[in-house]
C-alpha cells in the first residue's frame, strides 16, 4: 500500500472481474457476453463522417438515445438516464438514493459489486440471506431500510422473481428507493419497467452489454420517476458531463431499434440455455432454474467445483467458480454459441468418465 493512498481507499476491497485471457483460442464462458455480434445496422453509423466528428465533444444530455429508450419503454426522456455501462449506473444511484440513515438491504448471494459500493460511499447495509433453493425472499425485505436493490433476474444464481412479488413489495415499501437491476431480464424474466409510472420510488437499471451484443461498447440505462432521474443527473453532472461519447450513443440507438435482431438472438441463447441445462443434468449437474444467459449448475456428488473448473480451463474452455459460502460447489457457466456449448459437454463428459 502506498503512503499517499488515502484511507478509504486502503480499506475497499474492489470487485473483481471475470477474467479476460489474452490466450487465443480458449472458448470462454465465464464474463456472460452474447454470443452473437451487434445489430449489424451498428456498422452502418461508424462511419468516416461520425469518427471526423470525435473531435466535437458528445450532447451531454445524450437526448437522441433517452428519446430511443423511452420509446421502446412507453415513458418519457424524462424518465431514463444513461451511463458508462449498468455499473456506473448502479454506482450514481448508490451515492443519490442509499446514503441514508437506515441500512440499505439486498441478498447475500448477489452481485458483488454492490459491498464495494457500499464500502465506497459509506452506504450502512444489511446482507439477507437468500433461501435453500437460492431465491429471493421478499418477505425479508419488508422491514425498515434506507432503500433496497436486487437483481432480477438475480445474479450469480439467474432465478427471476414474478413481477407480481415485486409489485407487492413497492406497494408496501413506499418511502425508499427500489432498485431493481435488470442486467438480464431479456432472457425470460418480466421487467418492472412497466411499473415506473405507478411507483415513483421504483428505479430500473438495465445494461446494452448482454443481450444487444454490446459488452465492449460500456452503455447502461436507467427508467424510473422524474425525480428519481433528477437526483442522477446531478451526481452524474458532480462527476462527468459527458459520459456518453457519441459513436457509443450511435451505436446504442440502432441496437435498440433493430428489435428484430435483438429477438433472433435473445431466443438462440434461450434455446441454447435449455439444450445445455438438459445436457448438465444428464451429467448429473443440479442447475438452478435460469433466467439468465447463463446456467448455474452445482457439480455432481463427489466432484470438486474448483478441481473442475482447472480441468475444464486445461480443456481451453473457461467458466467462472466463485470461491465463496454456499457457491465454492457450483460453476457458472455463460451461453455461448452452440458449437461452443457442445464442446463444453464433450468435455465434461470426458472429464466426468
Known amino acids: 500500500m502506498s503512503r499517499f493512498w488515502s484511507e478509504r481507499v486502503r480499506e475497499l476491497e474492489?470487485?473483481?472481474?471475470?477474467?479476460?485471457?489474452?490466450?487465443?483460442?480458449?472458448?470462454?464462458?465465464?464474463?456472460?457476453?452474447?454470443?452473437?455480434?451487434?445489430?449489424?445496422?451498428?456498422?452502418?453509423v461508424l462511419t468516416d463522417g461520425a469518427i471526423d466528428k470525435l473531435r466535437l465533444y458528445p450532447d451531454p444530455n445524450s437526448s437522441a438515445l433517452k428519446q430511443t429508450i423511452a420509446d421502446y419503454y412507453g415513458l418519457k426522456p424524462e424518465q431514463t438516464f444513461v451511463g458508462n455501462g449498468s455499473d456506473e449506473v448502479l454506482?450514481?444511484?448508490?451515492?443519490?438514493?442509499?446514503?441514508q440513515p437506515r441500512p440499505?438491504?439486498?441478498?447475500?448471494?448477489?452481485?458483488?459489486?454492490?459491498?464495494?459500493?457500499?464500502?465506497?460511499f459509506d452506504i450502512d447495509y444489511e446482507m439477507l440471506p437468500l433461501a435453500d433453493d437460492l431465491s429471493i425472499n421478499l418477505a425479508d425485505y419488508r422491514r425498515e431500510n434506507g432503500g433496497i436493490i436486487f437483481p432480477n433476474p438475480n445474479a450469480p444464481t439467474g432465478r427471476a422473481l414474478p413481477l407480481s412479488d415485486i409489485e407487492a413489495l413497492l406497494k408496501e415499501n413506499t418511502d425508499s428507493v427500489v432498485l431493481i437491476d435488470e442486467a438480464y431480464v431479456d432472457f425470460g424474466a418480466e421487467s418492472a419497467a412497466q411499473l415506473v409510472d405507478r411507483y415513483p420510488n421504483l428505479l430500473v437499471t438495465q445494461t446494452l452489454s448482454k443481450s444487444r451484443s454490446l459488452a465492449g461498447l460500456r452503455l447502461g440505462f436507467a427508467l424510473g420517476s422524474v425525480e428519481l432521474i433528477e437526483g442522477l443527473e446531478?451526481?452524474?453532472?458532480?462527476?462527468?458531463?459527458?459520459?456518453?461519447?457519441?459513436?457509443?450513443?450511435?451505436?446504442?440507438i440502432v441496437a435498440i431499434e433493430d428489435d428484430d435482431y435483438f429477438r433472433q438472438c435473445r431466443d438462440q441463447v434461450i434455446a441454447t440455455r435449455e439444450?445445455?441445462?438438459?445436457?448438465?443434468?444428464?451429467?448429473?449437474?443440479?442447475?438452478?432454474?435460469?433466467?439468465?444467459?447463463?446456467?448455474?449448475?452445482?457439480?455432481?456428488?463427489?466432484e470438486d467445483a474448483a478441481e473442475l473448473s482447472r480441468q475444464l480451463r486445461d480443456a481451453r474452455i473457461i467458466v467462472r467458480?466463485?470461491?465463496?459460502?454456499?457457491?465454492?460447489?457450483?460453476l457458472r457457466i455463460s451461453i455461448g454459441s452452440d458449437t461452443e456449448m457442445q464442446a463444453l459437454i464433450t468435455a465434461l463428459k470426458a472429464i466426468l468418465s
Open 14 to 44: 474492489p470487485y473483481v472481474p471475470g477474467e479476460q485471457p489474452k490466450i487465443d483460442g480458449l472458448i470462454k464462458l465465464n464474463t456472460n457476453e452474447s454470443p452473437f455480434p451487434p445489430s449489424p445496422r451498428v456498422r452502418d
Open 321 to 330: 467458480y466463485f470461491n465463496k459460502p454456499r457457491l465454492s460447489e457450483y
Open 275 to 302: 439444450w445445455t441445462e438438459a445436457r448438465l443434468q444428464e451429467l448429473g449437474f443440479r442447475t438452478v432454474p435460469s433466467a439468465a444467459n447463463f446456467v448455474f449448475a452445482r457439480v455432481p456428488e463427489g
Open 91 to 99: 454506482a450514481f444511484a448508490f451515492m443519490a438514493f442509499f446514503q
Open 104 to 120: 440499505l438491504l439486498y441478498p447475500d448471494i448477489t452481485y458483488s459489486f454492490y459491498p464495494v459500493y457500499c464500502q465506497l
Open 234 to 252: 446531478r451526481v452524474k453532472n458532480s462527476f462527468n458531463s459527458y459520459p456518453v461519447d457519441r459513436l457509443a450513443e450511435a451505436a446504442a
